[in-house]
């Protein structure tokens, strides 16, 4: 899979030169929230704002890339920058505990300690409040990134702590061009400029997720279902690959049909205030069930798929 650099993310230009400046000028914070999702870069940025910090000679477009500290950095072996992320579904207290610990040593290369949490929004209460204490009283030279992709599973006091990483998002547009660059764009519809896979964007979690599913195949199975839905409520039976949907798909078939709720409810002039309401809550019926499937033995996935067609066919009174 194609592997993407900050500077092939344009999204991003403006966070990172806001950071490069206020390193240079001397008045940058010591804590840093990265609020963006790994989908639109956010890990990506936070690496590369712990390179600028970690290098002895910073320009105004980020770290020189040639002096010790960034080599070290680059090579994946720099002793004064650490990594965090989840041991399992969750970061541990004795994770947090251990790098504090290190953070207080004195720095091998003389400058800047730095530690990368990644998906921060998975720390525990117990990991959040142990952090809390370094957050407040940091000492000399050391600078703490977190990247979040639930900024609001974070704990009040730790985002207060935490000088917040702003970026626009890039618009749909914008996503399709970017993918274009890369000559990831399948081959438009007949009588359409581009064929616009953006409709799952949210449900990839940024341009990167949906460009890596474009690689691998991926959104190709999730347009077949999205075609294979369209199908199956306008006859009331299950279609193509829903005829056979296995318990390893279900999940991002149900995501599919999720979108395609929404998407109905938006783009249809037709309905009633209440159909609206009821397709809603359909909507909201299929995610929670997204989310019960990961602790459910096993689920006739096919049955499920019909039961939802009929209910909304029901709702939009089709017989």
């Not at 579904?89 to 990644?118: E, F, H, M, N, S």
């Not at 199956?232 to 798909?249: D, R, T």
Request: net charge positive; hydrophobic share 40%; aromatic share 6%.
């Amino acid at each position: 899979m194609q592997a993407f650099y900050l500077n092939q993310l344009p999204w991003l230009d403006a966070p990172f030169t806001r950071f490069v400046n206020e390193r240079l000028s001397g008045h940058s914070a010591h804590a840093q929230l990265v609020s963006i999702e790994q989908g639109y870069g956010g890990h990506i940025l936070a690496r590369e704002m712990a390179e600028a910090a970690m290098c002895t000679q910073l320009t105004p477009v980020g770290a020189c890339g040639q002096c010790k500290s960034c080599l070290l950095f680059k090579a994946g072996t720099h002793p004064d920058c650490h990594v965090i992320k989840a041991d399992g579904t969750q970061i541990k207290v004795d994770q947090i505990r251990d790098l504090c610990q290190k953070l207080t040593v004195t720095a091998q290369q003389g400058g800047q300690r730095v530690a990368i949490i990644q998906n921060s929004e998975q720390f525990n209460l117990a990991s959040a409040n142990a952090l809390l204490k370094t957050l407040e009283e940091p000492g000399n030279n050391i600078l703490i990134i977190l990247q979040t992709d639930v900024p609001s599973r974070l704990l009040a006091t730790i985002k207060s702590r935490c000088q917040q990483v702003a970026y626009l998002k890039p618009n749909k547009q914008q996503v399709l061009d970017w993918l274009n660059q890369f000559q990831l764009l399948p081959p438009a519809p007949e009588g359409q400029k581009t064929h616009d896979v953006t409709w799952c964007l949210g449900m990839m979690g940024g341009p990167l997720k949906l460009a890596e599913s474009l690689e691998n195949e991926h959104y190709h199975k999730l347009l077949t279902f999205r075609q294979d839905w369209a199908k199956s409520i306008q006859s009331g039976h299950l279609s193509g690959s829903l005829i056979k949907v296995s318990e390893q798909q279900i999940v991002d078939a149900l995501n599919v049909l999720y979108l395609y709720l929404r998407q109905y409810v938006l783009k249809s002039k037709k309905i009633d205030p209440l159909a609206t309401s009821n397709i809603i809550g359909l909507s909201s019926k299929v995610a929670q069930m997204c989310q019960r499937l990961t602790t459910m033995a096993s689920i006739n996935a096919p049955a499920l798929c019909q039961d939802y067609i009929l209910e909304f066919r029901q709702l939009i009174h089709l017989k």
